[in-house]
């Protein structure tokens, strides 16, 4: 099946500073989409990246999709603590309709004040 | 918003009991999937299901079994509780024609003692 290989597992950051998680894949993606879960919480989505080499901003969120259509990040400008949380990639299962997902193993992130 | 309930946010059972999870959501969503989550391995598929009665083995299905027998309701079954099956259990479920994620339940945190 499917495989998104994400990094780093654990980003210890400062208040402040700027934060990058990493999806990759060795198979070209439909999409990618990308979740967030606080701690103690349930995963919620954030948003999906359909087009080649697209971009998309939520406010100091910034979404990329490769030109291949291969891996993703997710940046964070200037992270608050309400930044913490777990952060996961996701991808659908190619040749499928069904509408399953393959999740990366998430990047815990952590923000010290 | 969909809303995805899962019965119990807290469950402790007994080694070879019988569990039931229980899953509902309020969208009529085709796609209804059931993960585990255990710290350090992400979110692990145990089976979804993509109409009524219809069900796909996921990636960790062993000790396991589902039902849907109406379209909003999504049961997870452990047929004999081990100790190891003890972890958080999140419910999602996802429009499969739709633009747009899955939305997870608050999830169970099932103790098997």
């Known amino acids: 099946g499917q495989q998104v290989m994400q990094i780093p597992q654990y980003q210890h950051v400062q208040e402040g500073e700027d934060f990058t998680t990493y999806c990759n894949s060795s198979t070209t993606l439909s999409n990618i989409q990308w979740y967030k879960q606080r701690p103690g919480g349930h995963p919620v989505f954030l948003i999906q990246l359909v087009k080649s080499g697209e971009v998309k901003k939520q406010k100091r969120l910034t979404f990329q999709f490769g030109e291949a259509k291969k891996n993703s990040s997710l940046h964070i400008t200037a992270t608050q603590t309400t930044d913490v949380g777990t952060y996961f990639c996701a991808a659908p299962d190619r040749g499928s309709t069904l509408g399953r997902l393959y999740f990366g193993r998430g990047t815990q992130l952590t923000v010290w004040p | 918003d969909v809303k995805v309930t899962q019965s119990s946010r807290y469950l402790v059972k007994r080694t070879g009991e019988k569990v039931f999870l229980e899953c509902v959501q309020d969208?009529?969503?085709?796609?209804m999937f059931w993960y585990r989550q255990d710290p350090g391995l992400g979110l692990r598929l145990i089976y979804f299901?993509?109409?009524?009665?219809?069900?796909e083995k996921g990636d960790i299905p062993e000790g396991y079994s589902v039902s849907r027998e109406k379209k909003e309701r999504f049961s997870l079954i452990l047929e004999s509780a081990s100790t190891n099956q003890t972890s958080m259990y999140l419910c999602a479920s996802h429009e499969r024609r739709g633009f747009g994620g899955y939305t997870f339940g608050s999830g169970t945190r099932l103790t098997v003692v």
């Open positions: 299901s993509y109409d009524v009665k219809m069900k």
């Open positions: 969208m009529d969503h085709e796609n």
